[in-house]
T-cell receptor, first 116, second 114 residues
């Protein structure tokens, strides 16, 4: 069966410090990978998605970046955090081949970031 | 582009009462539709999905949803609420012409009164 892991689960960082959130998927290959942010009362915002190693698409301009160094690894980073980067970050994956699905996403447990 | 609108950001129900969460979609083609649930400080879990088969879809935890093309709706219901149903619920639509990207509604928070 497939599983998705995200870490760290919680993080408190000062403004201006760097960030690295990591996500890995097990039990499948060539997944599409996604990073979402959930700010209080603002629903889910798609930040980045990737269809393959080194292929990153950004949905919104921001202080964050993403990388996919391996097929099942997805990293969210920042060089200098802003207060507005606080939120709940969710990694998700889905089958890449359309024959396997309908766009259904499978989510990790999330990482709560507080920037002070 | 596809989109969904969830009517009501908060719903409060008594234990044992009907749960009804409303979702309307906008799509130029037959959509794929989903309901997800999120418990506090957790990721999203799929409740059910509509993929153009049966219009009445049954999901986990006693939830079901009915696809109504004429009303462009996909409302989520549960006949009898349990305390454990307290969570946030998201409706989503998949854009099959844009690499199946999901667009989420703003979410509805459900509280259950004893």
């Amino acid at each position: 069966s497939q599983t998705i892991h995200q870490w760290p689960a919680t993080l408190v960082q000062p403004v201006g410090s760097p960030l690295s959130l990591e996500c890995t998927v097990e039990g499948t290959s060539n997944p599409n990978l996604y990073w979402y942010r959930q700010a209080a009362g603002r629903g889910l915002q798609l930040l980045f998605y990737s269809v393959g190693i080194g292929q990153i698409s950004s949905e919104v301009p921001q202080n964050l970046s993403a990388s996919r160094p391996q097929d099942r690894q997805f990293i969210l980073s920042s060089k200098k955090l802003l207060l507005s980067d606080s939120g709940f970050y969710l990694c998700a994956w889905r089958y890449r081949d359309r024959g396997w699905g309908t766009g259904e996403l499978f989510f990790g447990e999330g990482s709560r970031l507080t920037v002070l | 582009a596809q989109s969904v609108t969830q009517l009501g950001s908060h719903v409060s129900v008594s234990e044992g009462a009907l749960v009804l969460l409303r979702c309307n979609y906008s799509s130029s083609v037959p959509p794929y539709l989903f309901w997800y649930v999120q418990y506090p400080n957790q990721g999203l879990q799929l409740l059910l999905k509509y993929t153009s088969a049966a219009t009445l879809v049954k999901g986990i935890n006693g939830f079901e949803a009915e696809f109504k093309k004429s009303e462009t709706s996909f409302h989520l219901t549960k006949p009898s609420a349990h305390m454990s149903d307290a969570a946030e619920y998201f409706c989503a639509v998949s854009d099959r012409y844009n690499d199946y990207k999901l667009s989420f509604g703003a979410g509805t928070t459900v509280t259950v009164r004893a």
